[in-house]
């Protein structure tokens, strides 16, 4: 029952990548039977982490007041803050941090294809039939970012990696790795390509129409 609610989830999270990089629309229905997944997996599934229900709705909450921030400074649309809720009700406090990663690396690469497409277009109009759907112009779609998240979210399974079990060889080279560098300051180098990238990709338009 559990592996028909994780693959139900995973077809909306699909349908939405697909309807924001066609549309750049996240309908709020499907957000809706996204969240409303959860809660049946959370009541088919029973008390399989550590982590009680209501500290996943405040990791939601918690991802929806960032998000409404970036979506106040213009840097994400409304549909993605309430998409990134639906995500991190699924990640929940024990996974939020992989899925922050996740969803920061991948809007990452869907901002410098972004890029990309802006640039092909320029170079051959021809381009345009096949990049339209990344079109800078449009806006990036981050909510194909989210949903990669998003199902990293719903397939790791719960509890998982226990506190008991012994550190593998990849684990501590990781663990080295971080380290060596601090994450948050990874995290922010990560945010700070998304914004250059749009940024790259945005200017040259606004000067091509005359509006900077």
């Given at each position: 029952m559990v592996d028909w609610i994780n693959l139900a989830a995973s077809g909306?999270?699909?349908a939405l990548a697909v309807s924001d990089l066609r549309a750049r629309r996240l309908p709020n229905s499907m957000i809706a039977a996204l969240a409303a997944l959860y809660v049946v997996h959370a009541l088919v599934a029973g008390q399989a982490d550590a982590f009680a229900p209501s500290t996943h709705l405040m990791a939601a909450a918690i991802a929806f007041a960032v998000a409404?921030?970036?979506c106040f400074v213009g840097w994400i649309a409304g549909g993605d803050a309430k998409l990134a809720a639906a995500v991190f009700l699924w990640a929940g406090p024990g996974h939020a941090l992989p899925v922050f990663v996740i969803v920061s690396i991948c809007g990452l690469v869907v901002a410098l294809c972004a890029l990309g497409a802006g640039a092909a277009m320029r170079l051959d109009a021809r381009a345009a039939h096949w990049t339209a759907w990344l079109a800078p112009a449009r806006g990036v779609p981050y909510g194909v970012a989210l949903a990669s998240g998003g199902a990293v979210a719903v397939w790791w399974p719960p509890g998982w990696?226990?506190?008991?079990?012994?550190?593998?060889s990849a684990h501590k080279l990781v663990d080295r790795a971080f380290d060596a560098v601090d994450a948050g300051s990874f995290l922010a180098l990560v945010h700070g390509f998304e914004r250059d990238a749009v940024r790259l990709a945005v200017i040259p338009l606004a000067r091509h129409l005359g509006l900077a």
């Open positions: 909306l999270l699909a409404a921030l970036l990696p226990p506190a008991h079990a012994p550190a593998s």
